[in-house]
């Protein structure tokens, strides 16, 4: 009992460690721009990247674990994609948060909206906050098959979100090169659950 009491103290140390680490920059960036030292479009140009990159990694754990199954670390990472999952979804929050507040005025927002470098934005948060709500043992449970339905429109979600970077930046090169780099991983993936599919196949009698 005491192994197992001394377990769970080791992850739930660990849980607010790996929180504490995804929060971090976002602290940073916040104290700093309440404060002054950072100015709007730095702010919103931070915490949307930050959202985009935790989005990425997120994604990643699938094709990491396809290439590197006996890897800890990639085990690490695979427990902890909830939280990283969680943490795009905040950092996103911030994002939307900072431009709702400088903009102030909701005509200029629906305004706003109305163009294909937002509403992509604001779908991409919608589907990212279903991921977030649902991002628990309780959900899957009570889910069931529907939770994996559910957590497939990540694709969605990445899929948005990059078409907005790309639209709203001054310079979408940036944007375009994530888009890239998540794109192959997902096609590391198809290969690897290809050939996992045909190796199956081929000693099946």
């Known amino acids: 009992m005491a192994a197992v009491d001394s377990l769970r103290a080791r992850r739930h140390l660990l849980s607010w460690l790996v929180w504490g680490l995804l929060a971090l920059p976002g602290l940073y960036f916040t104290y700093r721009y309440a404060v002054g030292a950072t100015f709007y479009g730095e702010y919103l140009h931070a915490t949307g990247e930050l959202a985009a990159r935790l989005l990425i990694v997120a994604m990643a754990v699938t094709p990491l ?47 706003d909206a109305a163009e294909a470098a937002m509403w992509t934005g604001w779908l991409a948060l919608l589907v990212m906050l279903a991921l977030a709500a649902t991002s628990n043992d309780r959900s899957v449970h009570r889910l069931g098959r529907r939770w994996k339905w559910l957590h497939r429109t990540v694709y969605a979600a990445a899929v948005l979100t990059f078409a907005h970077w790309i639209l709203a930046a001054f310079d979408p090169i940036a944007g375009a090169v994530h888009l890239g780099a998540l794109a192959a991983l ?14 199956r196949r081929a000693t099946e009698p």
């Open 65 to 111: 674990r396809l290439l590197f199954p006996s890897a800890h670390w990639v085990r690490w990472l695979a427990r902890g994609r909830r939280w990283i999952g969680v943490a795009a979804f905040g950092y996103s929050l911030l994002h939307a948060a900072a431009y709702l507040v400088r903009q102030a005025e909701l005509a200029r927002i629906a305004a």
């Open 186 to 199: 997902e096609a590391i993936r198809l290969v690897q659950l290809r050939r996992s599919g045909a190796a």
